[in-house]
């Protein structure tokens, strides 16, 4: 019994040493193994590997994550559809290609070897494969705290984005003076970065834009926006007059107002207070005072618009003129503008009363500077009409040099004289003639029409017969006789 023992013993051991044997000469049959990768979502990568003397009931497959995928060349789970291999059992190649890459596809990835009793017989190393994550479509998201902000509150605007492996890159476009947060991950999860300001006037309207990058594609570029921001303040007034208030005539005020939300109310008055009778109001935006009187100089106009926010208003104090003021300035505009606007024969009337007053002075033979100019003006003008008139006749004497040239050229008949020259005749010309015959009387018939041709072709074409043809002359009688008209009516 001790001797049998001892003997199943030494063969377990024979056993497993002869496995080891095995396994330690399988693992160098792997030429090249798989590499760490990395790569972005949507894209695709590689897998190598490459084994050599295999044996006839061993196969080749891959795992990720420790689950088998593959048998050989082919994928054995739906789930892994967007995987292929690239298989060829002569030379041992088992590449393995990943295309549309998924956040799923992270993980370990490993070649290895099994027998034909899905026995493990080696393993490749272990490539770690990860999955650059991009966020999703509907990154980034733009929010704010507030649907509307009053003037003087705080602004916080939100950017949000998908917690991804890099970490995609926000940052807000508009720069009014703001402050903008750091990353930091928000209540649900995701990441955000804030965007916050004191508001102002200017703000209402105003649309915000974020914008994001990652580096696991640097091509991608994404933005939101929010606004335009709704910013609430009360009425800003201002007071306009259409013309100068003068004495004894109608004077017109109008008041803006800018507010968000509109304004509810007008409201004008006066300091000092002035009676009812004196102005209209239309629409409560214009004031209208149909006789300004001098009692009014001075006087504070003031108008007062309200909102559900605040109320704001403007001051106007008014200036009354008096009209002699306003016609002095006005006869003096026209006397500038009528002495500027000066007919010339006024101009000489005025010369010759001033030469008439001074007559019993002496008189100065010279020339003024400003004469001196006119007629240097006068000079320059006649010389440039001149220079024109001599430019227009060379180019019209040019002009006509072809054609006169052409005139001169131009071929005539060669049998005929004209003005004792011989003109040349074409090689070829056409002359029409018709012939109308008189009305028979006895027959009330119109007269037949005829057109004869007459050619002329140069001497060394050709000759045709058809051109020489005598025509006989023949009676007016046969004439008709051919044309089936009867005898008898001749």
């Not at 090249?32 to 790569?39: R, T, V, W």
């Not at 570029?221 to 100068?244: F, H, K, M, W």
């Amino acid at each position: 019994m001790y001797t049998l023992g001892f003997r199943t013993t030494i063969g377990t051991w024979i056993f497993f040493y002869i496995l080891m044997l095995h396994r330690t000469y399988s693992f160098s049959r792997f030429i090249k193994e798989p590499l760490d990768e990395n790569q972005a979502e949507g894209d695709l990568t590689y897998f190598n590997c490459i084994v050599r003397e295999l044996d006839e009931t061993q196969y080749v497959s891959w795992l990720h994550n420790g689950r088998k995928i593959s048998k050989n060349g082919v994928i054995i789970i739906n789930t892994y559809s967007h995987y292929s291999i690239d298989y060829d059992s002569t030379f041992g190649k088992c590449n393995l290609k990943i295309q549309n890459i998924k956040r799923s596809d992270q993980g370990e990835f490993v070649c290895t070897v099994y027998d034909s009793n899905d026995w493990i017989v080696d393993k490749s190393r272990t490539a770690n494969f990860t999955v650059l994550e991009i966020p999703q479509q509907q990154y980034p998201i733009c929010s704010s705290t507030k649907t509307s902000y009053r003037v003087g509150q705080r602004v916080v605007l939100q950017c949000i984005s998908e917690k991804t492996t890099p970490l995609a890159l926000l940052k807000w476009v508009n720069n009014i003076g703001g402050s903008e947060s750091g990353l930091k991950e928000s209540l649900s999860g995701n990441y955000e970065k804030t965007y916050s300001f004191t508001a102002k006037q200017s703000d209402n309207r105003e649309i915000f834009t974020c914008e994001l990058t990652t580096s696991a594609n640097p091509s991608l570029y994404r933005n939101c926006s929010i606004g335009p921001l709704d910013v609430l303040y009360a009425p800003v007034v201002r007071i306009e007059q259409t013309r100068d208030v003068i004495l004894g005539n109608e004077a017109i005020f109008i008041c803006y107002s800018d507010a968000n939300p509109q304004e509810t109310t007008f409201e004008w008055s006066f300091d000092p207070p002035i009676s009812e009778n004196i102005f209209v109001l239309e629409n409560d935006i214009i004031l209208r005072i149909k006789n300004t009187i001098n009692r009014l100089n001075g006087t504070s106009v003031i108008c007062t618009v309200t909102n559900s926010i605040g109320s704001g208003s403007s001051k106007l104090i008014i200036n009354v003129k008096s009209k002699e003021s306003t016609n002095n300035v006005v006869e003096t505009n026209n006397a500038k503008e009528t002495k500027k606007f000066e007919k010339p024969n006024e101009r000489n009337k005025n010369k010759s009363k001033n030469q008439n007053s001074n007559s019993n002075q002496p008189l100065l033979q010279t020339r003024t500077p400003n004469n001196n100019n006119n007629s240097s003006n006068y000079i320059s003008i006649s010389l440039v009409v001149i220079i024109a008139l001599v430019c227009i006749i060379v180019i019209l004497g040019l002009a006509m040099i072809p054609v006169g040239y052409m005139r001169y050229t131009r071929r005539q008949p060669s049998d005929t004289i004209s003005r004792g020259r011989p003109v040349s005749i074409p090689d070829v010309y056409f002359e029409p003639r018709d012939h109308i015959y008189p009305m028979l009387p006895q027959l009330g018939l119109a007269a037949p029409w005829m057109r004869t041709v007459g050619v002329q072709v140069p001497g060394e074409c050709e000759y045709d017969a058809t051109y020489n043809t005598q025509v006989m002359p023949q009676s007016r009688q046969v004439y008709y006789t051919q044309r089936m008209y009867p005898a008898s009516s001749l």
